[in-house]
């Protein structure tokens, strides 16, 4: 018997060493032990073991770029969608404790929601508080909403330490969900702020002062004086309502309210600046002790109701800052000509700023109207120029109008600045009503329809103008979108109309030859027109339907060498045939066609075949 040996060997790793197994076949047992002896010494030399390491390390660096490999190219669980508003990945691994909130989550939305409402509270209420209602027995409900309104803006300060925020440290934007670094972004920025305008220092420190001085008398009452302007350092979450609005505008507003909400800022802060100046103009006059005078004694309201005193106090200080006045009287103490002056002061810089405002907002606002105007001023400068003729002119502005309807937009640099997927969907927009009205092409393939109609070109034509003329080469096909189009023989007879929903010259994307027929306008009309050099482009990338069309060409350049013995109709009757074959049998011509074309696109076989016979019973177009 032939005796036959093997050897094999396998390296399996088992702390940090190398097992190695070798199995003999053989028939004689001292065979057995010699190979087992010299495989031993085999195994322990230096050399082997050196090979081994190098082995093992190869494998392991194998092992590893496969993980890398799979990692790329398999989708793991921690990608997520992009966030609206920076489009960045909210990924597992930032979470690295619980209770952080997204910063554009809905719960922490609906949270500056709130805050929003008691920021605006406090910067109406605050200053009326501290200037007038404290000296009407409102001290309690002072108290209340003061003491409640810190609570809730505490609160914030918690929440605020427990939300991430966005890194706009890199090229792009990232929300961090890190709770060290988001501590260190808001100490770093608006915790002292946000402290400030929540601590309630107005009851604290004259409490405080008091305990220690509560001998003087004097020290006290400036005290308790000192105290109404600490209640004025709530005025800093004007802060907050400046970040919150910001946001909140920016999350539930769109790019064309803009205009608006911008103005409706501006101009809320100039009123607010009035209102502001008007209660702490009273409140510096009633820490003075209503000087003789000054303008509260003048105008006898020191003894009025406060609803009074804040509206001649409003009054005073909105004519300052629109500059109509001085109010009701011009001022005679330092401190009301003081304040008279930073009032006219604030109110012309805060015109300044809206006018500067409107400026930019009118050089910005319907620039499509504007762009028309200036296209239509450019347009009327090169017909004075080319002197052109009343009626020439009066057909160029017509054609404008009815092309742009009063808007100007370059919608090739628009459409370039889409991804590819958004444009299709643009461009598929742009066309649907086109698209739902021939069947071949609501039925033909998503992704071949979606590419096709990124190659449609728009083209408007006005009435009288030839769409196609008969004995050229056809090279597009079109499409009408709205209006209505006739079609003439070589003799000039109206054969059919066309309108909108229908095509013709479908048969220059397969075939090239002369067309037959002439395509003339009857009113005002829209039109996509496909190239047939765009048209081979879009069917390298969907070779099945390029091998179907490849046989159809085919076909017909066969029945075209065949026409001039069998007739048009056959023709006609055979390509309707494999179009619709094509197209998942959709017709190629509308049915409700008034009068029977003439084939606009055929061989020079068809085009006598076709002259030959007068009278007959379908056209292709």
């Not at 047992?29 to 495989?39: C, R």
């Not at 195994?43 to 194998?62: C, I």
């Not at 809320?268 to 600046?273: A, H, Y």
């Not at 056959?570 to 074959?581: H, N, P, R």
């Amino acid at each position: 018997m032939k005796q036959a040996d093997f050897r094999t060997a396998s390296a399996h790793p088992h702390k940090g060493s190398h097992e190695h197994c070798y199995y003999t076949l053989g028939s004689s047992e001292a065979q057995k032990k010699s190979s087992s002896v010299s495989a031993l010494e085999h195994l322990f030399t230096p050399q082997r073991m050196l090979e081994d390491s190098v082995d093992a390390a190869t494998m392991r660096q194998r092992k590893n770029f496969e993980n890398h490999l799979r990692k790329f190219f398999v989708e793991t669980n921690s990608r997520r969608h992009a966030l609206k508003n920076y489009s960045t990945f909210k990924e597992d691994s930032q979470v690295k404790t619980t209770w952080i909130a997204h910063p554009w989550s809905v719960n922490r939305l609906r949270w500056d929601l709130i805050m929003v409402l008691v920021c605006t509270l406090s910067m109406i209420l605050v200053p009326i508080m501290v200037a007038f209602l404290e000296y009407f027995d409102w001290w309690d409900e002072c108290l209340a909403f003061n003491l409640t309104s810190d609570v809730i803006s505490a609160a914030d300060i918690i929440f605020n330490l427990r939300t991430g925020f966005v890194d706009r440290s890199g090229v792009s934007y990232k929300v961090n969900l890190s709770s060290e670094a988001i501590r260190s972004h808001y100490l770093k920025g608006w915790f002292a702020a946000d402290f400030i305008s929540t601590f309630p220092f107005d009851y604290t420190l004259p409490k405080i002062i008091q305990v220690f001085c509560f001998e003087d008398f004097e020290l006290s009452t400036r005290m308790q004086m000192l105290g109404k302007f600490f209640g004025l350092l709530r005025l800093l979450r004007v802060c907050r309502l400046v970040r919150y609005m910001t946001k909140l505008q920016r999350s539930f507003s769109s790019s064309t309210h803009w205009v608006f909400l911008r103005t409706l800022n501006m101009v809320s802060l100039m009123v607010l600046t009035a209102h502001w100046n008007g209660c702490l103009h009273f409140l510096v006059s009633s820490c003075l002790g209503f000087p003789d005078r000054g303008w509260i004694a003048r105008t006898g309201i020191k003894d009025s109701s406060w609803m009074v005193q804040y509206s001649w106090s409003l009054f005073n200080s909105l004519s300052q800052t629109l500059c109509i006045g001085y109010g009701r009287m011009a001022p005679e103490t330092l401190v009301d000509m003081w304040f008279t002056l930073w009032g006219m002061l604030s109110g012309s810089v805060g015109f300044c700023l809206i006018i500067a405002h409107i400026a930019a907002v009118w050089q910005q606002m319907d620039a499509p109207r504007k762009l028309h105007r200036q296209k239509m001023a450019e347009l009327e400068d090169y017909m004075s120029y080319k002197a052109f003729d009343a009626k020439l002119r009066s057909k160029i502005r017509d054609y404008f109008e009815q092309r742009y309807h009063g808007r100007v937009f370059d919608e090739e640099r628009i459409l370039a600045c889409m991804s590819e997927p958004l444009r299709e969907l643009v461009m598929r927009h742009n066309c649907q009503t086109m698209i739902s009205s021939l069947p071949f092409l609501s039925s033909a393939e998503p992704p071949f329809l979606n590419e096709l109609v990124t190659h449609l070109k728009f083209e408007l034509y006005q009435p009288d103008d030839i769409i196609v003329s008969h004995g050229t080469v056809g090279e597009k096909m079109f499409f009408i979108q709205s209006g209505e189009v006739t079609i003439l023989n070589h003799d000039g007879a109206v054969l059919a109309s066309l309108h909108e929903g229908q095509y013709f010259g479908e048969l220059s994307l397969l075939v090239r030859c002369e067309r037959n027929a002439t395509v003339r306008a009857a009113t005002h009309c829209s039109c996509f027109t496909l190239d047939v050099n765009d048209f081979r482009q879009v069917l390298v990338h969907f070779p099945h339907i390029e091998v179907s069309i490849r046989t159809l060409s085919r076909d017909i350049h066969a029945m075209c060498d065949r026409m001039s013995q069998d007739g048009p109709t056959s023709l006609i009757s055979a390509v309707s045939m494999m179009t619709g074959t094509l197209y998942d049998g959709a017709e190629p011509m509308a049915e409700d066609v008034e009068a029977p074309p003439d084939f606009s696109d055929c061989s020079n076989a068809a085009l006598g075949a076709s002259q030959r016979q007068t009278t007959t019973s379908s056209y292709q177009l």
